[in-house]
């Protein structure tokens, strides 16, 4: 898959592309400024409509909006990454990326894909250095 664009209401635009054979990831932009991305499994975004692709980007963007260190927060090592990631609800973890104490990223997945990418650190790696491109 290509990376697609689809433009939301009040400069809200995502794009979106396949990042392996199991994964879409969704880059969201707001006025043209990088909002950070999600990604998800394929075949839930499959099942996504407009509304819900809407829903799901205005979702991320207030978690960016209103990040705060959470009281839940785990951490992980993983090459030269340090993360924090947290259970934002039931379905959703966000993950904020740091190298050298510097936060250098941030996304959201769903649970499934991201209970996945913690079993296999490879993976995980791979995921991590696509988001922060």
Same mark, same amino acid.
């Given at each position: @898959?290509?990376?697609?664009?689809?433009? !939301?209401?009040?400069?809200?635009q995502i794009s979106?592309?396949? !990042?392996?054979?199991?994964?879409?990831?969704?880059?969201?932009?707001? &006025?043209?400024?990088? @909002?950070?991305? /999600? *990604?998800?499994?394929?075949?839930? /975004?499959e099942e996504w409509?407009?509304?819900?692709?809407?829903?799901?980007?205005?979702? &991320?963007?207030?978690?960016?909006?209103?990040?705060?260190?959470?009281?839940?927060?785990? $951490?992980?090592?993983?090459?030269?990454? +340090?993360? #924090?990631?947290?259970? &934002? !609800?039931?379905? @959703? !973890? *966000?993950?904020?990326?740091?190298?050298?104490?510097?936060?250098?990223?941030? /996304? *959201?997945?769903? $649970?499934?894909? /991201?209970? #996945?990418? @913690? +079993? +296999? #650190?490879?993976?995980?790696?791979?995921?991590? +250095?696509?988001?922060?491109?």
């Amino acid at each position: @898959m290509e990376k697609k664009v689809k433009k !939301f209401k009040e400069g809200l635009q995502i794009s979106y592309y396949e !990042f392996s054979k199991d994964i879409v990831c969704v880059e969201v932009y707001q &006025h043209g400024k990088n @909002m950070g991305q /999600f *990604c998800s499994d394929v075949s839930y /975004f499959e099942e996504w409509d407009e509304t819900d692709l809407l829903q799901l980007t205005e979702t &991320h963007i207030k978690q960016v909006k209103n990040a705060k260190i959470p009281s839940n927060k785990n $951490r992980k090592k993983i090459a030269q990454y +340090e993360l #924090e990631y947290y259970n &934002h !609800f039931d379905d @959703m !973890f *966000c993950v904020n990326v740091y190298k050298d104490d510097t936060q250098i990223g941030a /996304f *959201c997945s769903d $649970r499934y894909s /991201f209970e #996945e990418w @913690m +079993e +296999e #650190e490879g993976a995980l790696l791979s995921v991590i +250095e696509s988001q922060i491109e």
